[in-house]
């Protein structure tokens, strides 16, 4: 599994950035996604998780309303959707998959994850 994020930029508070994540080994389908991102000085965190066999999707609160995760298995792509973005949605965005299994089980921990993107940057500025 290697995942590449994509998408991220500058963008005015308020306004909307659409990450991808992708496989190149189009093995994406099979893996629950989750979305982390960590911001300067902060630790990475969990903000999303999407799961591979019915497609139910986890927000931690901070994000909740604002973002969306989904995916289109016909692109072996997954997507967060990002509207209302705040300043303190700066950082480095990370798709990441676990080892085995496509529920969001235990997507809160950083641990449960074997594979990760090499991150996006996004930026929330005037």
């Known amino acids: 599994v290697q995942l590449v994020e994509s998408g991220g930029g500058l963008v005015q508070p308020g306004g909307s950035l659409r990450l991808s994540c992708r496989d190149s080994?189009?093995?994406?389908?099979?893996?629950?996604i989750g979305w982390f991102r960590q911001a300067p000085g902060k630790e990475r965190e969990a903000i999303s998780c999407?799961?591979?066999?019915?497609?139910?999707?986890y927000y931690v609160d901070s994000v909740k309303g604002r973002f969306t995760n989904s995916r289109d298995k016909a692109k072996n792509t997954v997507y967060l959707q990002m509207n209302n973005l705040k300043p303190e949605d700066t950082a480095v965005y990370y798709c990441?998959?676990?080892?085995?299994?496509?529920?969001?089980?235990?997507?809160?921990?950083?641990?449960?994850?074997?594979?990760w993107g090499q991150g996006t940057q996004v930026n929330v500025s005037s």
């Open positions: 990441a998959a676990p080892g085995i299994g496509g529920s969001c089980l235990e997507w809160l921990r950083i641990g449960a994850y074997d594979y």
């Open positions: 080994g189009s093995t994406l389908n099979y893996y629950a």
């Open positions: 999407i799961s591979s066999n019915d497609g139910s999707t």
